[in-house]
């Protein structure tokens, strides 16, 4: 099982798919609470990308699937996990990859991407107006408190309604609830800012018709000098398992892009 040591030391899980070496790689940063297995590879979106003919990487992010789970808040800042990207790729020795980041992993992916030159193509999932408004999670649908109570809560019948699907979610991929409360309460600390002006790569932003996390996805794409938008049949756990997200990325990803 591939790890590496990121900027600070923490050990994170990694996984790549060799593909045919016509295309630029393509990253892939998963969702909150969820992992390799359950956001790219039980969803069809590994399988539809190698078939393309694409190499694959995914990322374990620090606190979710084989990655280290420290129980610290302060391990789990916006740009720790962005800088984790940018270590992988240093890891890994790549000069240039595509990035596709889904919910929390969308945000992590359009901070990378704003830091890091070596992400010369981008494409979003689970996330809309709630990027440009709040700079990350969209809070007035969840907010991060509420996302925590709902995993530390001794009894499910205490989970805030709003945290219950990520507490479900959690408990599925057998996560470690104290290490993602951390994560959700790191992400209400930040300055909630994104500077997405500053994105001047090829990008589609993806968004589920009845994602409420993706609200108004047209802001976040017009936000983004030359982003193209997409709606996908679907809510936010739904979306990304329709073949329509993964037949979207092959088609964005396979087309000429500057390099």
């Known amino acids: 099982m591939p790890t590496f040591a ?97 919910s929390m992993g969308a945000i992590i992916a359009l901070t990378a991407t704003a830091a890091d030159k070596r992400i010369r193509c981008l494409a ?50 057998g996560g470690d609830r104290r290490a993602l409360a951390a994560v959700a309460l790191a992400s209400a600390s930040g300055d909630g800012h994104l500077d997405l002006s500053s994105i001047g790569v090829p990008t589609l932003v993806l968004a589920g018709e009845q994602d409420q996390l993706a609200a108004e996805p047209e802001r976040l794409a017009a936000a983004i000098a030359g982003a193209r938008l997409m709606r996908i049949p679907g809510d936010h756990m739904t979306a990304v398992m329709s073949p329509a997200f993964a037949e979207a990325l092959v088609s964005f990803l396979s087309a000429p892009h500057p390099r």
């Open 124 to 173: 979003t999932g689970g996330v809309g107006s709630g990027i440009v408004d709040f700079g990350g999670v969209d809070l007035r649908v969840v907010k991060p408190a509420d996302i925590a109570s709902a995993l530390l809560a001794e009894d499910p019948a205490l989970v805030p309604p709003s945290g219950v699907p990520f507490r479900l979610l959690a408990d599925a991929t």
């Open 6 to 102: 990121s900027f600070d030391g923490l050990r994170l899980h990694y996984t790549v798919w060799e593909g045919d070496g016509a295309h630029r790689p393509v990253l892939l940063q998963h969702g909150f609470a969820a992992d390799t297995n359950a956001n790219w590879i039980s969803t069809g979106v590994v399988a539809a990308l190698r078939s393309a003919g694409f190499t694959v990487i995914s990322l374990d992010a620090r606190g979710h699937g084989r990655s280290e789970k420290p129980h610290d808040e302060s391990r789990y800042t916006e740009d720790a996990m962005a800088r984790d990207v940018s270590a992988l790729l240093d890891e890994l020795r790549l000069d240039e990859v595509s990035m596709v980041g889904y």
